[in-house]
């Protein structure tokens, strides 16, 4: 069973950077796509980054664009989301996942829909 666990979340000012961790344990390669996705209250989940683990090819919602990086270490199993200019309505539960590619694409829009294994999330604050 997959098992994905994340740290690193906490509270930043706007303008400043964070960076998130997922370990990844337990047969994660499974699916090919790892990837984040967030939650803020009153807003429905939505699906920010994802990586295609195969290849390291990268893929990101237009909200975060420019702003967020993906990244991977294989030899570690974990995966990365460096935030930075983060803005105020970046505040939310952000969940590694694991899940499907379509072909060799991660469509990150697809990462609240599954199928896929999520962690249990980390916090992520930023004030104005």
């Known amino acids: 069973q997959v098992r994905l666990v994340e740290s690193g979340g906490g509270s930043v000012q706007a303008g400043g950077s964070l960076r998130l961790s997922c370990a990844a344990s337990?047969?994660?390669?499974?699916?090919?796509?790892m990837g984040w996705l967030r939650q803020a209250p009153r807003h429905e989940r939505e699906g920010v980054a994802g990586i295609y683990i195969l290849d390291g090819s990268t893929s990101f919602a237009d909200s975060v664009k420019g702003r967020f990086a993906i990244s991977q270490d294989n030899a570690n199993g974990t995966v990365y989301l460096q935030m930075n200019s983060l803005k105020p309505e970046d505040t939310a539960m952000y969940y590694c996942a694991a899940f499907l590619p379509k072909g060799r694409f991660c469509d990150v829009s697809s990462i609240p829909r599954g199928p896929g294994v999520w962690g249990r999330g980390t916090q992520v604050t930023v004030s104005a």
């Open positions: 337990g047969g994660s390669y499974t699916y090919n796509c």
